[in-house]
Nanobody, 118 residues
Framework: QVQLVESGGGLAQAGGSLRLSCVAS????????MAWFRQAPGKQREFVAR??????DYADSVKGRFTISRDNAKNTVYLQMDSLKPEDTGVYYCEALIISSTGLKSYWGQGTQVTVSS
């Protein structure tokens, strides 16, 4: 069994910063790509950033403001969010492609709330 646990969400003012963390644990052989998604109230979940080991890909809406990074030794992915805007408000989810003893599968965390006030 594999678990993803996010942390670091909270309340920030516009222009401020937050740093999210996501730790993968359990029956892990290899962690492949790790990514962040978010879901604003009344909207569909959307891609934010992805780190498939050594590379990074970002949604246009966060380019230049957010930075994704990984600590492979700790099976952890981070999302540094700077110059926050009210439209960044939402629940942020971590997603990881993990090879366990049962094979390759996508796993999701439970989400962490980010609220940006104007």
């Amino acid at each position: 069994q594999v678990q993803l646990v996010e942390s670091g969400g909270g309340l920030a003012q516009a222009g401020g910063s937050l740093r999210l963390s996501c730790v993968a644990s359990g029956d892990i052989v290899t962690v492949n790509a790790m990514a962040w998604f978010r879901q604003a109230p009344g909207k569909q979940r959307e891609f934010v950033a992805r780190s498939p080991n050594g590379l990074a890909d970002y949604a246009d809406s966060v380019k230049g403001r957010f930075t994704i990074s990984r600590d492979n030794a700790k099976n952890t992915v981070y999302l540094q969010m700077d110059s926050l805007k009210p439209e960044d408000t939402g629940v942020y989810y971590c997603e990881a492609l993990i090879i366990s003893s049962t094979g390759l599968k996508s796993y999701w965390g439970q989400g962490t709330q980010v609220t940006v006030s104007s």
